[in-house]
């Protein structure tokens, strides 16, 4: 169904680019129309094929599959553009003097929007910093940082040179705690045995923690947990521990499954959060669903981290997210719990972000005053 939609989308949006700059006169002058569309037809060919064929795994099905995703995200980003031409001009029904200067205007300026989008999407993501006051931390602990990182999709565009990168980010700092928050892989165990000794090589004495995703159980969630576990990565499914003397940490399950079949969405909290009444608690939980957000606010959780969304990624896909998850991208107070949705690291389909990179979060807990 996926490739379908796919395929129709695509199709649409590409088309839909060919012929608007082919009505461009300084195209239309130069290429003769059936080399251009035979050109068009060719391209098209290479997406579909592209949609069938293409594979997370790291071999010649993943050139194919990369760029159906990002031809499918330049197409988009080309098509708003355009379109926004179109209507300003009436679709050249109006203002026809100026119809072709708008419309060369609109394809200047999808390129440079779909070139940005790249940029972005495949730079470094940018260290956010962030100061947390939670009711009950002890005062020994003020002061005390903790990485976080969501939405990593280790696979076939990321692979372990990626990850130790941004290793050495967030090894800069100086994190007395790294928290994982789901979707680390793209679908399938990444299979590198580099992958345990780059882990390895994440400086924090109270450890390296780590929830699921949705995306961990598209391939085999398990082998994805062990190799993750053979470098250090402790994983909190559905369960707490005492990450420093008054400090506890917990992460619950993913509930993306739950979600699909509509199940209820807090019950891996209850079991983990019986009771936080005077605990300063750090709840990781890779989606941000509502009745999670707020049970754990109810249950006196006092920071929530989440991912899940990329922010939306592509603009403006933004307002759709943000219709399903309220609270989407940032901080948010709930009832006196401060909830941080971060829009992750790596990127799902192209490697593409519109507007924002992606990040890493410095958070620095702060004792009440």
Not at 136 to 156: E, F
Request: some cysteine.
């Amino acid at each position: 169904m996926f490739s379908i939609v796919l395929n129709i989308v695509g199709s649409l949006f590409h088309l839909y680019v060919a012929a608007r700059l082919y009505a461009l006169a300084s195209v239309r002058s130069r290429i003769p129309a059936r080399a251009w569309w035979i050109g068009a037809l060719l391209l098209w060919l290479v997406y579909i094929a592209g949609v069938q064929v293409g594979d997370a795994a790291l071999d010649w099905r993943w050139w194919p599959g990369q760029f159906a995703v990002t031809w499918l995200g330049i197409a988009f980003l080309m098509s708003m553009c355009l379109l926004a031409a179109d209507l300003v001009s009436g679709f050249g029904f109006w203002w026809r003097a100026h119809t072709q200067a708008i419309r060369l205007g609109g394809a200047i300026a999808g390129v440079l929007l779909a070139g940005f989008a790249l940029f972005q999407g495949m730079r470094a993501p940018v260290i956010v910093e962030q100061e947390v006051v939670m009711r009950d931390l002890p005062p020994a602990l003020d002061g005390l940082v903790i990485a976080a990182v969501s939405d990593i999709h280790l696979g076939a565009q990321r692979r372990s040179a990626w990850m130790a990168a941004r290793i050495e980010q967030i090894n800069a700092l100086q994190p007395a705690a790294v928290l994982l928050v789901g979707d680390l892989v793209e679908d399938d165990p990444i299979g590198e045995p580099e992958l345990a000794g780059v882990l390895r090589r994440l400086r924090a004495p109270l450890g390296v923690w780590a929830v699921t995703g949705n995306h961990e159980f598209y391939g085999d969630a398990e082998t994805t947990v062990s190799e993750f576990a053979e470098g250090g990565v402790r994983w909190l499914r559905d369960r707490q521990v005492e990450l420093a003397p008054g400090l506890v940490l917990a992460g619950i399950e993913d509930i993306g499954a739950t979600m699909r079949r509509g199940g209820g969405l807090t019950t891996g909290l209850a079991k983990t959060l019986p009771d936080q009444a005077g605990k300063a608690t750090i709840l990781m939980s890779h989606i941000p669903a509502t009745p999670v957000v707020e049970e754990a606010s109810r249950r006196g959780v006092d920071l929530m981290l989440s991912g899940h969304t990329h922010g939306g990624q592509i603009w403006p896909f933004s307002y759709a997210v943000a219709r399903r998850f309220p609270k989407y991208a940032g901080a948010y107070d709930v009832d006196g719990m401060m909830l941080y949705v971060t829009r992750g690291a790596g990127s799902w389909g192209p490697r593409m972000r519109l507007w924002k990179p992606g990040e890493i979060i410095k958070l620095t807990l702060r004792a009440p005053r």
